[in-house]
């Protein structure tokens, strides 16, 4: 990688894409020096929405263990439930399956972002959910804890709930909340947790409308965009899985030309194949994290001597 990317895309991906992403992001940084804290912008969706926030926060990524690097927050032990991580995590765990669960009655309004009548489809299966009664207030807790703030640099993303359409906080014309509150909004899967209502309207995870929201990313000419993509790795044969993966490349497709359009270089980095095995076929499953993150890492080292 020859030079540190301008903005950030990180995308949905459960607890294991979570694991990943950080992974990729500490290798690179280890690789080529770069502190990926001062890019220009971050755009995070889901899980990728908690590692964003960290990075607004000057949080640096988790290194895996055997690299002996000391860093915050630390990874979460068997039946250890504190900081920022082991929050993130148990979110995460849930709300980046979006991205495989839902991906396929959005399908058709993923693949065309701007049309009305893909919002409206979106909003109409919406509110056909039941509502659920889990929230994911402590996540939004342990996100206030770190300081992060909308200083015009990040960006979390989300979808409203009665329009079906996106919503992007930190942008110039998004709505306004705070960090934590619009991160616990990213992680809001329909299903499983309550809408976030913020100036009484509600929020669910950005997910519904695109794994990773590539052309959220305020790129403009001769902009470098780096956008990992963790469920283009999950493995598996099964219907379901295979379509989740071909809508996700359409829409990653048509996303990467939206910001080719204006002039910006856009890197897209999927799991690699010792990464993918790592990761398998469930997002959800944490008791594999460590082995995630260490496949990133090395993953990520391997993209930071590239040229």
Not at 264 to 293: F, K, N, S, W, Y
């Amino acid at each position: 990688m020859r030079s540190r990317p301008d903005i950030l895309v990180l995308g949905a991906g459960g607890a294991l894409g979570e694991a990943w992403m950080t992974g990729v992001l500490a290798g690179i940084e280890d690789a080529t020096g770069f502190d990926l804290r001062r890019c220009e912008y971050f755009v995070g969706t889901s899980a990728g929405a908690i590692i964003a926030a960290r990075l607004a926060a000057g949080l640096s990524p988790q290194r895996p263990p055997a690299t002996g690097t000391a860093i915050a927050p630390p990874a979460p032990s068997a039946g250890e439930a504190d900081g920022l991580t082991s929050t993130a995590i148990h979110a995460a765990r849930y709300a980046g399956e979006l991205a495989l669960l839902a991906s396929a009655p959005f399908a058709a309004a993923a693949l065309d972002v701007a049309a009305r009548g893909g919002a409206l489809a979106r909003a109409a299966v919406l509110r056909s959910l039941p509502r659920p009664a889990r929230t994911l207030d402590s996540l939004r807790r342990e996100v206030e804890r770190t300081g992060a703030r909308f200083d015009g640099r990040l960006r979390v993303v989300t979808v409203e709930r009665r329009s079906g359409r996106r919503a992007v906080f930190g942008s110039p014309h998004g709505p306004k909340a705070s960090v934590g509150l619009a991160v616990e909004a990213s992680c809001a899967v329909p299903w499983l947790f309550a809408p976030v209502t913020i100036d009484g309207h509600e929020y669910v995870d950005g997910g519904v409308w695109s794994p990773t929201n590539l052309d959220a990313a305020p790129a403009g000419r001769d902009t470098h965009v780096l956008c990992l993509t963790p469920t283009a790795g999950v493995t598996g044969s099964t219907a379901l899985i295979e379509l989740v993966r071909n809508v996700g490349r359409s829409a990653l497709t048509l996303e990467t030309l939206a910001l080719r359009r204006r002039g910006a270089a856009v890197q897209t980095v999927a799991p690699d194949h010792d990464a993918a095995a790592a990761i398998g076929a469930h997002l959800m499953d944490h008791r594999r994290r460590e082995q995630v993150l260490a496949a990133g890492y090395r993953q990520g080292l391997m993209l930071g001597v590239a040229r």
